[in-house]
């Protein structure tokens, strides 16, 4: 089993900045990928960031120069640096890892979300 635990989501006004973190433990063997997604009241979960083990990014064209998603492999932790905020940014922000336990098994985990809430 691999945990995930995020941290940093808040209340902020548009135009503020926060700075989101994910860290995983457990039986890790390697994580491969490592991203954010974004959930909406009464919308799709939605793909926000996610980048490789080797560095390999890709953003959402929602956030794509205002948010910078970041790895640190051996502390198996990710982060997402968001600028520029605006109300729309507003979701519970997921926490996703595909990760290679001590066993061989493969399999993709989520964390338990932080709320981000942008006030106009």
């Known amino acids: 089993q691999v945990q995930l635990v995020e941290s940093g989501g808040g209340l902020v006004q548009t135009g503020g900045s926060l700075r989101l973190s994910c860290a995983a433990s457990?039986?890790?063997?390697?994580?491969?990928?490592m991203g954010w997604f974004r959930q909406a009241p009464g919308k799709q979960r939605e793909l926000v960031a996610t980048i490789t083990s080797g560095g390999r990014i890709n953003y959402a064209d929602a956030v794509k120069g205002r948010f910078t998603i970041s790895r640190d492999n051996a502390k198996n932790t990710v982060y997402l640096q968001m600028n520029s905020l605006k109300p729309e940014d507003t979701s519970v922000y997921y926490c996703?890892?595909?990760?290679?336990?001590?066993?061989?098994?493969?399999?993709?985990?989520w964390g338990q979300g932080t709320q981000v809430t942008v006030s106009s």
């Open positions: 996703n890892a595909e990760a290679v336990e001590i066993s061989g098994r493969e399999y993709g985990y």
């Open positions: 457990g039986n890790i063997f390697s994580i491969n990928v």
